[in-house]
């Protein structure tokens, strides 16, 4: 039955929707919270609620159609490729599933490889050392024939990573491209991405002047070996992981993706300087622009943050095609080739299990972002290696979200959100300044070897660290509802990385937190319990519950344990209570009310009992002469710098 479009104007019963009116709306919230003021105006509202990006640009909380964007974003599969690499997107045969392998054991990985092979993976990424390494440490390219034994390298994708270094690529590379040989394997099927990144590898290490120099010189030789005999086959990686691990925002990991990029394009063809930033050093290789271009692969990070990761997928596209576009570079030799792998900086070590739902969003995201290949890191990445069953839910995520979510059926999913595009635009437009700004240091190796990208990167990162810290930035199972008693799983210790002391720092979100988590296990491997933090509560149980339950969420969060004195508001009862848990500390808890009457004599009942710190749960408002002269010490409350907090009770608790 058809009906008639004169029936279906429900929208019009009822009075339009204007900007103004939800401005409007929002200011009486904003209001009746005290967020806002009553000189306040509605056209306030928006900023008051609005968070500032690492990058300099505001996230609103309302984005419509007057939202518009200078940025084009064009077609699926042409310039600028902001809608993807592809016309079909990942219709077709869908997104590269790209499974991770670091076990040092040749046995183990091979094992292991036929098994993501067999559950859903399409190609191997293999972390390995130099050939001469010790291989019970890290997996050695000399190994990669028993690796490999069963991987057909002409369907499966190879992918090496040995950290960036030059000289161990291309010996690794050496074993790859010649085990394809010997397996009659036709040098035109064969598919690799080889992993040399020399300046990621300075990233990682320090590394500088000629011996960067002499990296750049020999990857940009394998380059043009490999793209003489192999089309197939990648030599580099631009790797904006090591920008990201250390802190960086997004619109610095992509700045330094195009700079690096840009070095080597510069070095395949011969046009600029190498890798040691002096100029008129030519570089041997002289590939033209679109052979360079296609020995290119980049590396970035996706995050539980999905709009921000889809948006800097959507980003580096556009700034790349804007590059190669000055590069004389034309249709499908613009496309940037992407692989996102999930945070590491967002994995947390505690509460492991929670990181399942971080890198599900992350690979969500990089999904609808238009990744080419997406790596999902096993959950229990930061305790060790992984298990069959971390890296079969792994592989299951993508599954889900190919298969059963249909996300590969749906070109763009974010394109024409008002959000998206704006986001995406905002970001780009940063990163091309940052970009810029490395550019007009001399140049990626110049601006790492200057300690112009770690400043910048260490600015990003102590604001990030204060937003953790004061948890505007909450971690769920680490600063939110941590679980002190935990069993974590056990795991063999996984390789390090490369790693040097004039590199990049790596860091992870949860590193002050984990800090005071080992401290809280130190105590509890010394004495045979965890130091304590006793709730002091006051009143009835409806009372003091909500503080309570913020306090023992925050104390637990540093590992203390939290037992409470329960209903009740008789100071020397809490004070035995105190005495009886054999805590040094306490909190009191309680409600504005009641702590007009009681917060002053059951603090100095808690100190005459031994307590060397006291906080009140709250706000000091008014009461903070008279709080201190009975003894409290100081207060927890929303906003408050929790890492601090912690910090101190550990050291009053007596905890080395």
Same mark, same amino acid.
């Given at each position: ?51 500032? *990006? ?60 036929? =098994? ?12 390995? !050392? ?35 270094? %030059? ?15 010997? @397996? ?6 064969? @598919? ?8 990621? $590898?300075?990233?990682?290490?320090? /590394? ?27 030599? $580099? ?30 070095? /395949? ?9 002096? !100029?008129? =050093?030519?570089?041997?290789?002289? /590939? ?9 692969? $980049? ?29 004389? %570079?034309?249709?499908? =030799? ?9 945070? *590491? ?13 971080? #890198? ?6 990089? *999904? ?66 940052? $970009? ?22 260490? #600015? #990003? ?54 800090? /005071? ?31 309570? #339950? ?13 037992? !409470? ?92």
């Amino acid at each position: 039955m058809t009906v008639p479009s004169a029936d279906l104007e429900l929208a019009s019963l009822f009075p339009p929707a204007t900007r103004e009116a939800w401005q409007k709306l929002v200011l009486g919230v904003l209001r009746k919270s005290g967020t806002a003021g009553e000189q306040a105006l509605p056209a306030d509202a928006e900023a008051l609620i609005s968070t500032a *990006s690492y990058d300099g640009f505001a996230i609103r909380p309302l984005y419509t159609a007057a939202d518009t964007t200078p940025v084009a974003a064009g077609l699926p599969g042409h310039a600028p490729f902001v809608r993807g690499r592809r016309a079909e997107g990942a219709n077709v045969d869908g997104w590269d599933v790209r499974a991770l392998h670091t076990h040092p054991d040749a046995k183990v990985t091979a094992e292991a490889i036929l =098994d993501d092979l067999e559950g859903g993976a399409t190609s191997i990424w293999l972390r390995l !050392a130099a050939p001469s390494a010790d291989s019970g440490e890290v997996l050695s390219a000399e190994a990669l024939p028993d690796v490999l034994r069963e991987v057909y390298l002409d369907l499966a994708p190879v992918v090496l990573d040995t950290g960036g270094d %030059a000289v161990t690529t291309t010996a690794a590379a050496d074993v790859l491209l010649a085990l394809a040989g010997v @397996r009659g394997v036709a040098p035109s099927a064969v @598919r690799a991405t080889l992993g040399a990144d020399p300046l990621g $590898f300075a990233a990682r290490t320090g /590394l500088g002047g000629d011996k960067l120099a002499a990296h750049l010189d020999e990857a940009s030789r394998l380059a043009e070996r490999v793209a003489a005999g192999y089309p197939g086959v990648r030599t $580099f990686v631009v790797d904006a992981t090591p920008y990201h691990d250390a802190g960086g925002s997004d619109a610095q990991e992509l700045g330094a993706s195009l700079a690096t990029g840009v070095a080597y394009l510069r070095a /395949l063809t011969g046009s600029g300087v190498t890798g040691s930033g002096a !100029a008129g =050093d030519a570089n041997t290789a002289a /590939l033209d622009v679109a052979g360079a271009l296609a020995q290119l692969e $980049f590396r970035y990070a996706a995050t539980a943050d999905q709009f921000a990761t889809i948006a800097k997928l959507r980003a580096a596209r556009l700034l790349w095609a804007r590059v190669t576009e000055v590069c004389g %570079a034309t249709g499908a =030799d613009q496309a940037q080739h992407q692989h996102a792998v999930t945070s *590491s900086a967002m994995m947390t070590r505690r509460d492991p299990y929670v990181n399942l739902l971080r #890198t599900t969003i992350a690979a969500f995201a990089a *999904s609808v972002g238009g990744a080419d290949a997406v790596t999902v890191l096993p959950f229990d990445d930061r305790i060790g290696l992984p298990d069959g069953t971390s890296r079969r839910l792994a592989r299951n995520i993508q599954a889900l979200l190919h298969d059963e979510s249909s996300l590969a059926r749906v070109i763009d999913p974010a394109g024409g959100s008002w959000f998206v595009e704006s986001l995406t635009a905002e970001l780009a437009e940063a990163a091309w300044a940052f $970009f810029t700004e490395i550019e007009r240091a001399g140049g990626m190796a110049a601006a790492l070897a200057s300690g112009l990208v770690a400043e910048r990167i260490d #600015t #990003t990162w102590a604001r990030r660290r204060e937003d953790l810290a004061l948890r505007r930035a909450p971690l769920t199972g680490i600063s939110e509802f941590p679980n002190v008693a935990e069993t974590l799983p056990e795991r063999s210790p996984a390789p390090a990385r490369a790693g040097g002391p004039g590199g990049l720092p790596v860091r992870h979100y949860d590193d002050d937190y984990e800090a /005071l988590r080992a401290r809280s296990d130190a105590h509890l491997a010394a004495t045979g319990a965890r130091p304590v933090a006793f709730l002091a509560t006051i009143g009835p149980l409806a009372t003091f519950t909500p503080r309570a #339950t913020f306090a023992a969420n925050l104390f637990q969060a540093g590992g203390l344990e939290t037992p !409470a004195a329960g209903p009740g508001d008789d100071p020397a009862a809490i004070a035995a209570a105190f005495t009886a848990s054999g805590a040094k500390i306490a909190c009191l808890c309680s409600s504005d009310k009641i702590y007009a009457a009681s917060a002053a004599p059951v603090a100095a009942a808690l100190k005459a009992a031994g307590a060397t710190h006291v906080w009140l749960a709250g706000k000091p408002g008014d009461r903070a002469d008279s709080d201190a002269a009975a003894g409290v010490d100081g207060y927890v409350a929303t906003g408050g710098d929790a890492v601090d907090v912690l910090r101190t009770a550990l050291t009053k608790a007596e905890v080395a």
